[in-house]
């Protein structure tokens, strides 16, 4: 860089941060993206949950791909089972539900959201909402009841969810970077 004045390098550092800066910033929108931001709020408001732990689910279930479904057979964006998505569907009043309906954003995160809900209600302990979201409320009782260990499978699920939320909740928080990233996916 020898025989170039201060300004010009500056400007050339300058320019390599902010390309630095522009593809760090595009990557965490591809790691922790918030998709269907507007009906995680809207759903999060009427069941008052944190809209940060139900964007770590559907992270955690589906990567967002409300095509999703599982080889158990749980389906969309929030991995519902038909029979629990029905059995929501009757609690809620929702008439003329299908299976298919799973597979649409709207109806899989209302779904999903009451159902989490539900199981923080139910168990008093997000984390053990979150095992009865795994592995099944049933399951779950069973392991209270008898002192039991969580599957490992479960209690990864547990760390995975929780370590995303906390993740989203850091990353879009930030003062000047968190709205900056909520910009970029409206």
């Given at each position: ?10 400007w050339?550092?300058?320019?390599v941060?902010?390309l ?9 929108v ?9 009906t ?46 029905q ?19 709207e ?18 302990d997000?984390?053990?909402?979150l095992?009865?979201y795994n ?22 699920y547990?760390?995975r ?26």
């Open positions: 860089m020898s025989g170039q004045t201060l300004p010009t390098r500056i050339k550092w300058g320019a941060i902010v630095l800066l522009g593809l760090v910033i595009t990557a965490l591809i790691l922790y993206p918030i998709a269907y931001r507007q995680i709020l809207d759903w999060c408001n009427v069941y008052e949950l944190d809209e940060y732990l139900v964007l770590s689910v559907i992270r955690t279930e589906s990567h967002f791909r409300p095509q999703a479904l599982s080889p158990v057979g749980a389906i969309g964006l929030m991995q519902i089972m038909p029979t629990t998505g059995w929501i569907a009757e609690k809620n009043g929702i008439e003329g539900f299908a299976v298919d309906d799973l597979y649409k954003p109806t899989n995160i209302h779904l999903g959201s009451w159902y989490l809900r539900y199981l923080i209600d139910r168990f008093t997000v984390d053990a909402a095992a009865a592995a099944g409320p049933g399951t779950v009782d069973g392991w209270i009841e008898h002192g039991s260990q969580l599957f490992p499978e479960t209690a990864s547990i760390r969810v929780r370590r995303t939320e906390n993740i989203y909740q850091e990353l879009y928080g930030l003062p000047i970077l968190g709205p900056l990233l909520l910009a970029m996916q409206s």
